[in-house]
């Protein structure tokens, strides 16, 4: 098929349907379960645990967003464009930071008529499924709720939409669907997927450059039989397409039934008697720097899982299509080879004039006939680079890496359990198939195929997508090696031991060549010895405990060391086994506190001693203590208090010892309990003088009065507002007070009580502020904030809220942008004054004088075709007011306009002759029958319903209708879709440089 501008040639793969017997010899006989020495003594590849790599991946996800399986690299802008279920995003290369995230989804009627037409809610969705970065814009394209849709966006920011097109023919309906796509160095986009909602109709579809839309050939299974799209690329002269096909197999490998356009076969296979073939191409990649095609090859779904590498070169993919055909008479005829009517065609090389200028209808029946390539394209070892039973590999990148004595291919294959092998691809048999490493990039017990893999080989790092996230991962690790032993055996071509600073680093990193060191010699080996790990713990259960003679119920749990279990010598689990918790206990009271100080220091007192319920505490439902917390007892009960000496009442006066005449009343009183009173004890008085008599007596009259306690005093306040306080009231021993000798009040001189036993309000408090959110712009000036809720705790009803702001925001990148301005606008329609205008904005959030240099509108001269017409006048005198026309102008136009008639009328009757002349060999050479080539008269074979010589006019062949404006659309009634063979040609190998050289564009 000639694509004007480009040659688009297919490397298909063939899907066998033929079940092989035998992959290898260890998979004969089930495997017999390994002893623990037969375990140790095995020799496997190293594996790095998802725990161990964690620290060094970087990793993003974003609420919502599902299947990141398109991936861009833009490097020179230091972002990665991710495209997800109903987002896209910009990342940073660095360490997968958010950028940028704007949503890209279907709106209600697009999903509402995909679900009316029984399709599930999960399928109507919009799911990008073209993500490729062309200078500053990024095209891409969406499922969009089986309603495909593409547009072009602002590289630096995807919110803004610059054009938006039909996705129909450049993205699949169905978001299960394969599909690939590229865009070549003229801004030509070469799509391949099916282009219907049934998804029975495939094609490889040009659009959006100079030329017309071209497709291949409708409904026609010689060109594609239910293919797998897998890979495009953009390499010389060409684009290459790779892909697997569904093909018929009438027999053995000599009835091949291959008849699509221009399609050789990828060999990959194991090399033997009966040669093993991988027939199932998932993967490929284009390493530039080698002219070499990797590819990853896998057995049938329906057979036994393998899996295999084989790379390509460039000159034997050119070699393959530059050699002879295969040929079938008709579809009981076998295949046969046929010569190349054109080998080593180069596009552009063709003479411009030369013997063969006209080409015969019979060079284009040829290259209608002629598709299969006889010969399949041959790996560069005989031998797979790599190859795994029991393991379907996925994806592929590769790096290529300078090692200290050589150059290295590292190989990274994705698996469709969700692991990456790095593997060496080498010419060395000692060191064919080594895996270096196995890295686990999901978490134990999760495995799902990976939905993407990018390299970056600038910055050392892969890009895994995945289906809630995007992975980085760094190449090399070479600092996890802490000795030099550990360094060198893991046979890393990244790594060496420096001896110089004792590290493990790279070569680039290391402070002198002569000093660092390599190893590698052999496959590195797993270390076996495995140290134990604790499984997870069990469900809490009810369980009994013992402590002497008290018993209790507790809850515990339990955990095994099998995960894993210790082995080839590994430690044993450190830590416990069992954990008891919520043990019920009976409360114990402490020992007995010394008794207090005698409350008297004579006579009868008390004293008082006190224990606790803490020793222990009861706890988890067990019982209180028993008795009593505080214990009284008497004192000083033979230490008898010193009666106290005092005098008694006065007497009465006696009568006055005289009748008259003047004489003396005396009265008199007692010294109680001694006769140490002080003062006198008889008192006379006469006329103007007092007699004191002091009579002493040693006689005592004892009274004892015991105490008695007063009324109690008010309750006091609580000691709580709530959850639970206590009050106290008091009582004193004075009703009466104990003398005498008297008994004290037996009894407390407190009370307490609880009181207010109800909850506590809770007052609100602010929860932490929360971390700073990613800048809203990345330069000309943004914000960015942070947020905190009154949750810590919430305030109960009814009170008091927590005070402050719940958002705090602050300015960021106020920078200016470079280059602020907004892309240039369509020029305007030419004015009478035959000007044309465009303009644009300023971006800047803060605009300033340097950040936006230039000028906002722009003007230019209209061109030629494009000046407005400006009518003639009524009069030649308004004619010359108006555009300035005179006698001379109308004069010359009339003259210019008889010679173009005159000349275009000879050119028309000229072009007569000739069609007249070629539609007379052509019904010399084109049968009037429904398939010339084919044709059996009454009836047409199955898969021959087609007209393999020609298309129909551009409306007829289902070309899908380019959006853009430089669509042109065909003028001829027939157009031949094979390039036109001249018989000579100069034998030229393949030369990918000369990709920027002149592209052909032959007639059609």
Not at 430 to 438: A, D
Not at 707 to 724: H, I, V
Not at 793 to 805: T, Y
Request: net charge neutral; charged share 15%.
């Amino acid at each position: 098929m000639v694509a004007p501008g480009r040659l688009a040639v297919s490397l298909l793969l063939p899907s066998l349907t033929l079940l092989v017997p035998h992959l290898s010899s260890s998979q004969d006989v089930a495997s017999e379960p390994r002893s623990e020495q037969q375990l140790c003594a095995l020799r496997e590849h190293p594996t790095v645990a998802f725990e161990d790599l964690k620290p060094w991946v970087s990793n993003f996800t974003y609420p919502g967003a599902r299947d990141f399986s398109q991936l861009a690299l833009d490097p020179s802008r230091n972002q990665l464009i991710v495209g997800a279920r109903n987002y896209l995003f910009r990342l940073s290369l660095a360490n997968v930071s958010l950028l940028q995230a704007t949503e890209w989804a279907s709106n209600e009627d697009t999903r509402r008529s995909c679900q009316s037409k029984g399709k599930t809610e999960e399928e109507c969705q919009n799911y990008v499924r073209v993500l490729i970065v062309t200078g500053r814009k990024v095209f891409m394209c969406g499922t969009n709720a089986f309603s495909p849709v593409c547009c072009s966006r602002q590289v630096g920011n995807l919110s803004r939409t610059i054009e938006k097109i039909n996705g129909v023919a450049r993205c699949p309906y169905d978001p299960r669907h394969n599909s690939t796509a590229v865009i070549s160095s003229q801004g030509e986009l070469y799509a391949a997927t099916v282009i219907d909602f049934s998804g029975r109709d495939p094609a490889i579809y040009r659009s959006l450059g100079s030329g017309p839309p071209l497709r291949t050939a409708q409904y026609n299974s010689k060109w594609l039989n239910e293919p797998n799209f897998v890979a495009a690329y953009d390499i010389g002269l060409f684009a290459y397409f790779f892909l697997r096909e569904n093909a018929g197999w009438q027999g053995g490998w000599e009835e091949d039934t291959w008849t699509t356009f221009m399609k050789a076969r990828l060999n990959c296979s194991r090399p033997g008697e009966v040669p093993f073939y991988y027939n199932e191409l998932q993967s490929a990649f284009h390493l530039p720097e080698q002219d070499l095609i990797y590819g990853v090859f896998t057995t049938n779904v329906n057979s036994i899982a393998a899996s295999a590498v084989c790379a390509f070169n460039l000159s034997a993919i050119s070699q393959a299509f530059n050699g002879p055909f295969r040929y079938q008479e008709n579809p009981r005829a076998a295949w046969l080879p046929i010569a190349n009517p054109i080998p080593n065609f180069q596009c552009g090389t063709l003479p411009e004039m030369g013997p063969n200028e006209n080409l015969t209808e019979r060079s284009l029946q040829d290259a209608q006939r002629l598709f299969l390539m006889s010969e399949a394209v041959q790996p560069v070892t005989p031998e797979p680079c790599v190859t795994q039973d029991s393991v379907r590999f996925s994806h592929l990148v590769v790096d290529l890496v300078q090692a200290k004595d050589t150059l290295y291919h590292v190989l990274y294959i994705g698996t469709e359990s969700g692991t990456i092998l790095k593997a060496l691809s080498t010419a060395s048999r000692s060191l064919r198939g080594c895996y270096l490493e196995e890295l686990h990039v999901l978490p134990p017990g999760r495995r799902e195929p990976l939905r993407s893999l990018r390299i970056l080989h600038s910055a050392r790092a892969l890009f895994v997508g995945l289906n809630e996230g995007v992975l980085r991962v760094p190449l090399e690790r070479c600092t996890a090696y802490r000795s030099q032993g550990a360094c060198l055996g893991a046979r890393d071509p990244y790594c060496g031991w420096d001896g110089k600073q004792q590290r493990c680093s790279t070569l680039e990193d290391s402070s002198n060549m002569s000093l660092w060191t390599q190893n590698i010699t052999a496959c590195p080996v797993r270390n076996m010895t495995q140290d134990g790990g604790f499984g997870p713990w069990s469900p809490w259960q009810p369980c009994e405990h013992l402590d002497g003679d008290n018993s209790g119920s507790c809850l515990c749990r339990a955990r095994s060391c099998d995960s894993p279990r210790p082995r080839c010598g590994g430690l044993d689990c450190l830590g416990p086994a069992i954990h008891i918790a919520n043990c019920s206990r009976n409360g114990a009271w402490t020992p007995w506190s010394s008794w207090a100080q005698c409350s008297t220091s004579c006579g009868i007192g008390f004293q008082v001693r006190q224990r606790s319920c803490s020793n222990p505490a009861p706890r988890h439902g067990g019982r209180i203590c028993v008795g009593k917390s505080r214990e009284e007892r008497f004192c000083n009960e033979n230490t008898a208090c010193p009666v106290p000496i005092f005098w008694a009442s006065w007497g009465s006066w006696t009568k006055c010892s005289s009748n008259c005449g003047g004489g003396v009343q005396s009265r008199r009183r007692l010294c109680e309990n001694g006769n140490s009173c002080p003062g006198c004890g008889v008192v006379r008085a006469g006329p103007g003088t007092l007699v004191e008599e002091l009579l002493r007596s040693g006689s005592a009259s004892p009274h004892t009065v015991s105490g008695g306690w007063a009324a109690w005093g008010p309750w006091s306040s609580c000691s709580r507002d709530c959850e639970l306080g206590f009050r106290v009231r008091k009582r004193t021993c004075t009703n009466p007070e104990p003398r005498n000798g008297g008994l004290p009040c037996v009894g407390d001189a407190a009370e307490y009580q609880d009181c207010n036993p109800q909850t506590c309000p809770v007052r609100g408090a602010w929860s932490c502020w929360t971390s700073w959110s990613p800048c809203s712009a990345s330069c000309g000036g943004g914000h960015y904030q942070r947020t905190r809720s009154c949750s810590s705790p919430a305030p109960s009803p009814g009170e008091d809220i927590c005070l402050g702001l719940h958002t705090e925001e602050a300015l960021c990148a106020t920078q200016a942008c470079p280059e602020g301005w907004s892309l240039w606008s369509e020029w305007s329609p030419c004015s009478e004054d035959g000007a044309q205008s465009r303009s644009r904005s300023c971006e800047d959030l803060i605009p300033g004088p340097s950040t936006c240099p230039g000028n906002s509108s722009q003007s230019r001269p209209c061109p030629y075709s494009e000046i407005p017409v400006i009518l003639p006048a009524s009069s030649v005198e308004e004619a010359a007011g108006c555009g300035g026309f005179s006698l001379i102008h109308l004069v010359a136009t009339g003259v210019s306009c008889f010679l173009g008639s005159g000349l275009l009328t000879l050119a028309v009757y000229l072009s007569c002759q000739h069609c007249q002349r070629q539609s007379q060999e052509s019904t010399l050479v084109h049968p009037a029958t429904p398939n010339h080539l084919h044709y059996k008269g009454g009836g047409t074979p199955k898969n021959e319903k087609y007209t393999p010589m020609e298309f129909k006019t551009l409306n007829k062949n289902n070309l899908i209708p380019d959006d853009r404006a430089n669509f042109y659309p065909l003028q001829q009634t027939n157009v031949y879709t094979t390039t036109y063979y001249p018989s000579p040609l100069n034998k030229q190998s393949f030369r990918p440089e000369a990709s920027p050289g002149q592209r052909c564009f032959p007639n059609s």
